[in-house]
């Protein structure tokens, strides 16, 4: 079955790829390949068996080698479910929260989006964890995971090819699509974005959207304040979240997909200005249920 709309795989530097998928709205992520001599190392897996296997596609356009080391950005199934079918007998790296909270976390997202086809999906467990920064090597290519902090999530991961100066963010920054921070941290996320800024990068490889360059960190820091300015207002009038969305003027952010996200940013706004702690799990059912709501009763399209 065709994927659709069709991903792409592009050259960024000599043996690093960067694949795209369109539209970048829910469950349809990227992923970065990095090609060594006798193995890949992939930056994400895509969510579905279907797009794994094109995904691999792509990869056997480039080289015959077989996927060595996966790299999982961050808890999120979209991010990682095709690995059982992409990277099946790979080295699966991740932050060590990642780890425990992809398998806490478990298959999930086939009960949000049951009619989305995603094959025989089965978890494949990071084997190796890291704390704060670890150093990979693509042959002589030299690959730094990095952990700013709590950001899109509670363990997520960069990955830095300073040699080329490419950064593939994960969901630390989303490129044309509506920033997510339900499960991470607004706070967090603008910390995380400063120190993105400082590596400076040239190319920047989002979890979602087309590649940009380190302007999309300004454009994401952006929509974050406003978010918070938000929060801050509505909850000083005691609207709830919602209510505060519903009557926010979404202004230049209007153009980004998937605009019901500011429904759980704006929970995760107000969590942070009561006192909790940087990702702290919030109620995400009651939340995703605000977000349908938000949606004229729909839940949010999902193309994968
Ligand atoms: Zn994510």
Redesign the pocket.
Known sequence: MPITPPPTLTALAPGVFAYVQPDGGWCVSNAGVLVGREAVTLVDATATVPRALHLREHIDSVTPAAVGTLIVT?R?G??HYGACAVAPDATVVAHERTRELLLSDGLNLPGIWPDVAWGEVALRAPSVTFTDRLTLWVDELRVELIHPGPA??AGDAVVWVPEHRILFTG?ITFSGVTP?YLMGSLTGTLRALDLLRALEPEIVVS?HGPVTGPEVFDANAAYLRWVQELAAEGRAAGRTPLETAQTADLGAFKSLLDSERLVANLHRGYAELSGLPEAAELPVPAVLGDMVVFNGGRIPTCLA
């Open positions: 961050h999120h979209d991010h899109h999530t969901d997510l979890g």
